[in-house]
């Protein structure tokens, strides 16, 4: 693996989220054959302020680097015809200062020809988890995060209380049942579908950023909050 940077990893506050970075914007490349794995990442990536462009195949996302200059690529390991390996291997000798992530549901290392020079940064698990892949984005391109407070339950209470754009006890009724079977897809699809009703920006970043974390316990208890300010 190249050598990681030595920049200091980002801070992280339990109360506080990342809501962007310092500087001038930054253009990432993510390459999946999967369109829901694309979008996945463009959903949390873009309102940081960053320049998403996806291919769904490594032909494609050659085409992508003759017209636009990538500061960071994701890559998939696994896409037909040409794989992300043999893409990673054709990025490093045409970019070679390019930083390079390899995403993959398998949990060690497998390459396709372990005598050639390894020409990634960093590997990463799927489910991807929101907090690594943006300490390892922040390291490979050195930036100065920005952040926001993040929203609590007594808020949430509070925007109740205040008439807020929330999400009715209907919504709330299926997000917690969702959660509790940890029925990923079904929460992303029901928070996609309460963002174009108008429903709370920065409330539904908190409720995406669990759900990519997996943490199905403290979705729950962020939307169940509602309900407790209704009362």
């Known amino acids: ?17 990342i809501a962007g970075y310092a500087g001038q914007r930054k253009t990432i490349l993510v390459v999946d054959d999967e369109p829901a794995n694309r979008a996945l990442i463009i ?16 032909e494609f996302a050659l085409q992508i680097t003759r017209d636009f200059t990538i500061d960071l690529y994701l890559l998939d390991v696994f896409m037909p015809v040409t794989d992300g390996w043999k893409l990673a291997d054709e990025l490093r000798r045409r970019y070679p200062d390019t930083p390079i992530f390899m995403v993959s549901g398998n949990t060690y290392e497998e390459r396709h020809d372990s005598h050639c020079p390894i020409p990634h940064n960093a590997y990463l698990i799927k489910p991807i988890q929101l907090d690594s892949l943006l300490a390892k984005i922040g390291n490979a391109l050195r930036l100065k995060w920005l952040h926001q407070d993040r929203i609590t339950p007594q808020q949430v209470s509070t925007m109740v209380a205040t008439g807020d754009n929330i999400p009715s006890n209907e919504d709330v009724k299926d997000l917690v049942a969702m959660a509790r ?26 409720l995406k950023t669990k759900a990519d974390l997996c943490d199905f316990e403290g979705l729950i208890q962020q939307v169940q909050a509602i309900n407790n300010g209704t009362r």
Request: hydrophobic residues 35%; proline residues 5%; without cysteine.
């Open 1 to 17: 693996m190249l050598p990681a940077s030595r920049h200091p990893r980002i801070d992280t506050y339990e109360n506080r989220r």
């Open 43 to 58: 959903d949390h990536l873009t309102p940081l302020g960053f320049n998403v462009l996806e291919a769904h195949s490594a």
């Open 181 to 206: 079977i940890g029925y990923l897809t079904g929460i992303l699809e029901k928070l996609g579908s309460l963002e174009v009703s108008g429903i709370d920006s920065g409330f539904l970043h908190e």
